[in-house]
T-cell receptor, first 111, second 112 residues
Framework: DTGVSQNPRHKITKRGQNVTFRCDPI?????LYWYRQTLGQGPEFLTY????????KSRLLSDRFSAERPKGSFSTLEIQRTEQGDSAMYLC?????????FGPGTRLTVT | GQQVMQIPQYQHVQEGEDFTTYCNSS?????IQWYKQRPGGHPVFLIQ?????EVKKQKRLTFQFGEAKKNSSLHITATQTTDVGTYFC????????????FGTGTKLQVIP
């Protein structure tokens, strides 16, 4: 399968714990995006990488969120001290131009 | 910040009827994209529009970009049950920004 993959697909954690998600983009795609989507809403932009450089980060993101893309390949999104409001689907997308290919997402539930 | 609104929020149509969703941005766009998300699935890219007044067609789907590059529409002719899903527009603001803002989405239900 040469599409975008995300792991884990589901994560249940207790409030206050840290979680880390991984995204593996399509191999030749240099652009990578993270989004958050809650039920009935459109994907909400979190951050954008071009190769290994993080070029944009949403002002909506608190300091508890951090993302990395070492070597411009896979990316990780970490949420520290999770809160119930962080429960959502976290989507990763990759692209060469502006056409984004989305992964299946990681569904996070904070109890 | 940039806001992208879509109307209607929901639309129920009989199979064979036409459907249109409208997308409006608070700021001028460099380009606009449309995505479809099936229930339980992830967004899938449909098309990108770049030029002012541009119209593109994909079989029964017609996409239009407004002259001012602040609005767009998606029209589906003779809907089928396979058209069910939520349709999102996503705008990239002009000015060299990289942040794509997704619209609020229009959920289409097709009644057979």
């Amino acid at each position: 399968d040469t599409g975008v993959s995300q792991n884990p697909r589901h994560k249940i954690t207790k409030r206050g714990q840290n979680v880390t998600f991984r995204c593996d983009p399509i191999s030749e795609h240099n652009r990578l995006y993270w989004y958050r989507q809650t039920l009935g809403q459109g994907p909400e932009f979190l951050t954008y990488f071009q190769n290994e450089a993080q070029l944009e980060k949403s002002r909506l993101l608190s300091d508890r969120f951090s993302a990395e893309r070492p070597k411009g390949s896979f990316s990780t999104l970490e949420i520290q001290r999770t809160e119930q409001g962080d429960s959502a689907m976290y989507l990763c997308a990759s692209s060469i131009t502006w056409e984004q290919y989305f992964g299946p997402g990681t569904r996070l539930t904070v109890t | 910040g940039q806001q992208v609104m879509q109307i209607p929020q929901y639309q129920h149509v009989q199979e064979g009827e036409d459907f249109t969703t409208y997308c409006n941005s608070s700021t001028t766009l460099s380009n606009i994209q449309w995505y479809k998300q099936r229930p339980g699935g992830h967004p899938v890219f449909l098309i990108q529009l770049v030029k002012s007044g541009e119209v593109k067609k994909q079989k029964r789907l017609t996409f239009q970009f407004g002259e001012a590059k602040k609005n767009s529409s998606l029209h589906i002719t003779a809907t089928q049950t396979t058209d069910v899903g939520t349709y999102f527009c996503a705008g990239l603001p002009s000015g060299g920004y990289q942040k794509v803002t997704f619209g609020t989405g229009t959920k289409l239900q097709v009644i057979p």
